[in-house]
């Protein structure tokens, strides 16, 4: 397991739960899916991932899409 393959995870993961908290609870949750979504969109430009810099810190192979 790479760190693209678990920010993947994480974020579609996160999307998921967000729909489904706006859907059960409150629809300010997809305020959570936003951020993610927004997040993803940042990471493509910059190559800036805040969840890969802790995942690489935590002992994680890298992968292509998140290089050292």
Known sequence: MNIDRLVMRFAGSA??????????????????ALFVGLNLLQASFTGFCPLARLLRKAGIAPGSAFPQ
């Not at 999307?15 to 959570?32: E, G, K, M, R």
Request: no cysteine; aromatic share 16%.
């Open 15 to 32: 999307v998921i739960v967000s729909v489904l908290l706006a859907h059960f609870v409150s629809p300010w949750w997809l305020l959570l």
